[in-house]
């Protein structure tokens, strides 16, 4: 079994919304929204991956806080070691870059749309913590 593939993601709030991705149709879990974020290079930090996969991804420049969730989940063909950082945008405003789609969504969305198993775990907590949002 090959070692878990740490990846970092972001939970960006803004005005009681959150924002998520929609996977290219191209990619592992193709169609599926997630939060935005990404493998980690060799070397890199959590938080430097997600300042680049941010930049990369959606154009914008954030700034990193505290870390809220770590999940791991092992799909057939891989593992996946998430850890998930509250975000700040410090400039730009999120497009969809090399994604197919963004969303700012509240917490009575959150079943609207269709996220990875490995997020599930995450969801439910989003959901059942208010004080998130705010």
Known sequence: MSPSIPVAAALIFRAGKLLI??????????GLWEFPGGKLEPGESYSDCLKRE??????????VGPMLAAIEHRYPEKSVQIQFYRCQLKSGEPTAIDCSDLEWIGPHDLDLFTFPPADAGL???LKARPELWE
């Open 123 to 125: 969801v439910l907590d």
């Open 21 to 30: 991705a929609q996977r290219p149709p191209d990619k592992h879990l193709g």
């Open 54 to 63: 941010l930049r990369e991804e959606l154009g914008v420049e954030i700034s």
